[in-house]
């Protein structure tokens, strides 16, 4: 793992998430295995948004997009948000499209941090929180979320905060535990935002894929809309992860910052799979629901399966993901476990103390994805209970 303190930030970048992504993907080919590790469906999303793609390619949409992206989607993005969450937010001047939810964390945290700055996260994080840290010149400071139920201590969490704290980063759902922060956690969250003047940045990308409880977004909480950075994208509700369409909502000035910072790295992307996303947000609620119901039979049938391979399985309560603690099986290393796991039963999965600092901790927890087709999960299954045998 890279130190967060060297001063190169080749080693203040090594060891994240994607790089044993590679290599378990690398052996998920080599050995045939099932590829549980990375997060992507093996099903399209809505036949109406392939459909949209298809014909704004045909109807010409092949050039450079507006910088801020095509008025279709800022259009429907704000209206996704009132929808969905009551939030209004202005299309022209508090909406901006970007290239994935990626774009939008990495361009947010270079545009609100310095050398010197710290930000508060959770860990397990999302791997690219550390990274985009680390390029921001930024250092983490991370409260963890603790097995078995995820919650964390409020005391922690108000520990973390320095005088050098500016950002809040919180992922909700939560990749990789599933958890969906309640409006308890998010009221807390909020108030300690207010009380320390720190700015938000939440990424929701998994807003509609959840089974339990309901999804809140922070920037609903008391005083938080004029200092929170919402971000999501179009990959996961609507199976679409190669293309690469995110948006962040905020307001103007926060909006402009990240704007300065978005334009020199990709300036725009997708054209015609924004029109798409336009109108896949405008499909029914019914479609949203859908998607979530048949993810939610896959985490079911996942689960059930790691518990009977003897592994324990953590709650997930949305996502594409369930993590399991392989100590019942007289094992703690994660990593050797899903470095073997191909060989011993044709399964990939990720170590999940790639998202940890805390290495004892997240040391046990392996990562399983649940977003294949159902007879892909049941063959998993089937597969994982050899471990067992
Ligand atoms: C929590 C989280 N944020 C952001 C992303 C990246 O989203 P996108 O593919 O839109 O860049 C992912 C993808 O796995 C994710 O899990």
Redesign the pocket.
């Known amino acids: 793992m890279g130190t967060q303190d060297s001063p190169y930030l080749v080693e203040r970048m090594q060891g994240f998430g994607t790089t044993i992504f590679a290599e378990m993907s690398s052996l998920a080919v080599a050995t045939g295995s099932i590829n549980l590790g990375q997060?992507f469906p093996d099903e399209d999303g809505p036949p109406e948004v392939l459909d949209a793609a298809i014909a704004a390619i045909r109807d010409g949409h092949n050039q450079y997009p507006p910088g801020i992206g095509i008025p279709e989607l800022r259009h429907a993005v704000a209206a996704h948000q009132a929808k969905w969450y009551s939030l209004e937010y202005d299309p022209d001047t508090e909406v901006l499209v970007t290239?994935?939810?990626?774009?939008?964390?990495a361009a947010s945290l270079l545009a609100l941090c310095e050398p010197g700055t710290d930000v508060v996260t959770f860990e397990p994080y999302?791997d690219?929180y550390a990274a985009g840290i680390a390029l921001a010149g930024a250092r983490r400071r991370v409260v963890q979320l603790r097995t078995p139920d995820w919650s964390f201590d409020a005391d922690a969490l108000e520990r973390a905060i320095t005088p050098a704290t500016r950002v809040l980063l919180l992922?909700s759902p939560?990749?990789p535990t599933g958890k969906v922060f309640s409006v308890e956690e998010l009221e807390l969250v909020a108030r300690l935002c207010v009380e320390h003047d720190l700015l938000a940045i939440t990424?929701e990308?998994?807003e509609h894929l959840v089974f339990d409880g309901r999804h809140v977004p922070l920037a609903t909480m008391p005083g938080m809309r004029e200092r929170t950075i919402t971000?999501s994208?179009?990959?996961?509700t609507f199976s679409c992860?190669g293309w690469?369409?995110?948006w962040i909502c905020a307001p103007p000035d926060l909006l402009d910052a990240v704007k300065t910072v978005k334009q020199f790295l990709t300036y725009v992307n997708g054209a015609p799979f924004q029109y798409a996303i336009a109108t896949g947000l405008d499909l029914p609620g019914s479609v949203f629901r859908r998607a979530a119901a048949a993810l939610e039979e896959k985490r079911d049938r996942l689960t059930a399966g790691l518990a009977e391979a003897g592994l324990t399985v953590f709650p997930s309560d949305a996502?594409?993901f369930v993590t399991a603690d392989i100590s019942p099986l007289g094992e703690t290393d994660g990593l050797g476990f899903c470095r073997t796991l191909p060989e011993r039963c044709g399964v990939v999965a990720v170590p999940s103390v790639v998202f940890y600092d805390d290495k004892e901790a997240g040391g046990p927890l392996v990562r399983f994805a649940c977003c294949k087709r159902l007879d892909v999960i049941d063959e998993a299954a089937a597969r994982l209970r050899r471990l067992h045998a």
Not at 99 to 105: D, H, M
Not at 233 to 236: E, I, L, M, R, T
């Open positions: 997060g290239a994935g939810a990626t774009e939008a964390i999302y690219e992922n939560h990749n990424d990308v998994y971000i994208s179009a990959g996961k992860t690469k369409i995110g996502t594409y």
